[in-house]
């Protein structure tokens, strides 16, 4: 009895378990020749073919196929691959099966191209006609061809079976889209299969949620826990440990710790993975605590830390400026018999750098030689930054050239973090002749490169090499970001050119570009040196933002669009606020500043004080004093001598001599 049905155009036909597709060109070159026929699709009659379908054995049947495979006749070996295939399919040795089936689509890809390759395979699959015939043969077919990256093919193979192939056949086509990042396809795959009745196995689940975690849609992946919850398939360790790690690359670190007590709850054991993962989620927080309360727990429960485990601890003792500890780690990990990788040595030259400890930094790296870790871009770039960073560019510079000796391939961020280091030292010349190394080795200066550059023209006060190479990133195509707007702005402002600043500001947000903190503070300070104080208040409070006229700016009512202020940003306001005499208002905003969190610096303090002594508040200015030094800020020189003029005028001669004298200290 026949079946028939209609698939986009290719009718498809079922007899006794053979599929027959009416659909394979007949113009393909014989790829499977047989003495009998020239045609692709002709039977195989071999003696050695009918040997092996005979065989009462698959091991028997090996045997004689990995004989054949000894002699001289390549055609004919390849007529017994289709055979042995379906016999050890059979058998259910779908591993061996699988083997071979790569081998022969490998042969034949060596000729031909691999559609017609895989279309050839599968009818010489699907013609054989033998007791040994196993459907199971097309889903060992689609995992081979999925394993092996031809996705196309496999799904050709899928849409051409009338009965879908096993649900691993199915979770290899499904994991091999997700691999390739096409989910549309994926999803396609995965409604057609359920469709037609095939039950998602745990793998299938693993899959799913793996892939909406990797596209941040935690939402959807929590969905398909909660379909296999609901249908009795209990998640594994795995499927678990892929939702927490989602959650904290989402930074959703509660929530992730809220999914590991679940799994404990649900009797799923975490394994070392699961620890490293959550881990490493609050290493990103810098949340020191908690990575050791979770390190404790894994030895309780007998569980042995290895070197990632060693490497998230280091890199977060590292990251909190814990180097003693770090290295601590270090002796440690290796005493627990754990080799550092370079990951874990990249981490604590990376915390020397930042501690000023650059001959740590640099015997660190010495050692890792020494005992044959190559380092990697990501060493050199923590390297060189550390000497920028003490402004030591020369001595950088040196060390990059000696890279490049070496053979070590020098990527832009490491070019950028050098030029970003002699615009800081006013070494802009020097700056410039690295952008031509860099040009010479093929890499062209990117938008980083021309923001950095902008900006050291622009603290240098050569507004017009500034503006030049902001033209010239446009010609070349490139968009300028906040960074370059921000530095050109505060740079006008600086020279004077208001109307410039403002017209910049109007073609960064005409460009959709939103402004940041460092944005919002250069124009404060702008508009306060331009008289404009109260509309640098409205600005500040988020209810305005500017836009420039033919004539002069005009100010028009908008939500907030910025990042809240930082103590720049207060300092800034507060300083013009006391130097246009009004102190009060600047008072107000110096609360502010601890009811949002932040904590005033030594600078805000001095503006405070000073603001104050202008206006003849002694009282205030004793008690910022009083303030400042129960906050453990040190006065500086300028905060004694207001206050010893303080002292004086309220009559206290012997408190202004010690406030005196402790300027001269």
Request: net charge neutral.
């Amino acid at each position: 009895m026949f079946r028939f049905f209609q698939q986009k155009n290719k009718l498809i036909c079922i007899k006794r378990g053979v599929i027959i597709s009416k659909a394979i060109s007949s113009s393909l070159s014989p790829l499977f020749p047989s003495s009998s026929s020239s045609s692709p699709s002709a039977p195989f009659k071999s003696n050695l073919t009918t040997t092996i379908l005979s065989c009462k054995s698959p091991d028997r049947a090996l045997h004689i196929f990995n004989s054949a495979l000894k002699r001289p006749n390549p055609i004919q070996i390849l007529q017994l691959y289709p055979a042995i295939i379906h016999v050890l399919t059979s058998a259910k040795w779908y591993i061996k099966a699988r083997c071979l089936m790569k081998d022969l689509i490998e042969t034949l890809r060596k000729t031909h191209e691999p559609r017609r390759a895989c279309s050839s395979v599968f009818n010489a699959l699907n013609q054989l006609q033998s007791p040994k015939f196993s459907p199971s043969v097309f889903g060992v077919l689609i995992i081979a061809l999925s394993e092996m990256g031809l996705v196309e093919e496999a799904y050709g193979v899928y849409r051409k079976m009338a009965e879908l192939p096993q649900i691993q056949a199915c979770n290899a086509l499904l994991d091999a889209f997700f691999k390739r990042g096409r989910l549309d396809s994926m999803c396609e795959v995965y409604g057609d299969m359920v469709s037609r009745g095939v039950s998602p196995s745990v793998v299938t689940y693993g899959i799913l949620i793996d892939a909406w975690c990797g596209q941040g849609d935690i939402v959807k992946a929590r969905l398909f826990l909660d379909e296999m919850i609901e249908k009795k398939i209990e998640p594994t360790v795995v499927i678990y440990t892929t939702l927490i790690r989602g959650l904290c690359s989402e930074s959703k670190i509660l929530e992730a710790e809220n999914m590991f007590r679940t799994m404990q709850e649900a009797g799923v054991v975490p394994n070392l993975y699961t620890y490293n993962t959550l881990m490493d989620g609050y290493c990103k927080l810098e949340n020191i605590e908690k990575i050791f309360d979770l390190y404790h727990e894994m030895l309780s429960n007998n569980l042995q830390p290895n070197v990632v485990t060693f490497g998230i601890i280091t890199d977060a003792l590292c990251k909190v400026g814990e180097l003693v500890a770090a290295r601590n780690c270090f002796v440690h990990m290796v005493k627990f018999g754990v080799i550092p990788n370079l990951f874990v040595y990249t981490c604590l030259i990376d915390g020397s750098c930042k501690t000023g400890s650059l001959c740590a930094a640099m015997d660190m790296y010495a050692e890792m030689e020494k005992i044959g870790i190559s380092p990697d871009i990501f060493t050199y770039g923590v390297l060189i930054k550390g000497y920028c960073d003490l402004g030591r560019v020369d001595e950088a510079h040196g060390l990059l050239r000696k890279m490049i000796e070496a053979g070590a391939c020098i990527n832009s961020v490491v070019y950028n973090t050098l030029i970003d280091g002699y615009c800081k030292v006013g070494g802009m010349e020097k700056a410039l002749e690295v952008c031509t190394q860099m040009g010479e080795k093929g890499l062209g200066p990117n938008v980083i490169t021309f923001s950095t550059l902008i900006d050291g023209y622009c603290k240098a006060g050569n507004m017009e090499a500034a503006m030049g190479l902001h033209t010239e990133m446009v010609i070349k195509g490139l968009e300028p970001d906040v960074v370059a707007y921000t530095a050109l702005i505060d740079g006008h402002f600086k020279d004077g050119n208001m109307k410039a600043a403002f017209w910049l500001y109007k073609e960064m947000t005409d460009a959709g570009l939103t402004p940041n903190v460092f944005t919002l503070t250069c124009l404060i300070d702008g508009l306060c040196k331009d008289g404009r104080i109260n509309d640098a208040i409205n600005l500040f409070l988020g209810k305005i933002k500017i836009k420039a006229g033919p004539a002069r700016t005009k100010m028009d009512q908008v939500d907030n669009r910025y990042s809240l202020p930082n103590n720049v940003t207060y300092a800034t306001l507060i300083h013009d606020l006391c130097k246009d005499g009004r102190v009060f208002k600047a008072s107000k905003f110096f609360s502010d500043m601890r009811c949002n969190g932040l904590k005033p610096d030594l600078l805000t303090y001095t503006f405070m004080i000073e603001g104050h002594s202008v206006a003849k508040n002694v009282i205030d200015v004793m008690i910022l004093y009083a303030d400042m030094i129960k906050m453990g800020i040190m006065p500086n020189a300028i905060i004694y001598q207001i206050l010893a003029m303080s002292y004086r005028q309220i009559g206290d001669h012997g408190s202004a001599h010690r406030g005196y004298k402790d300027v001269l200290i």
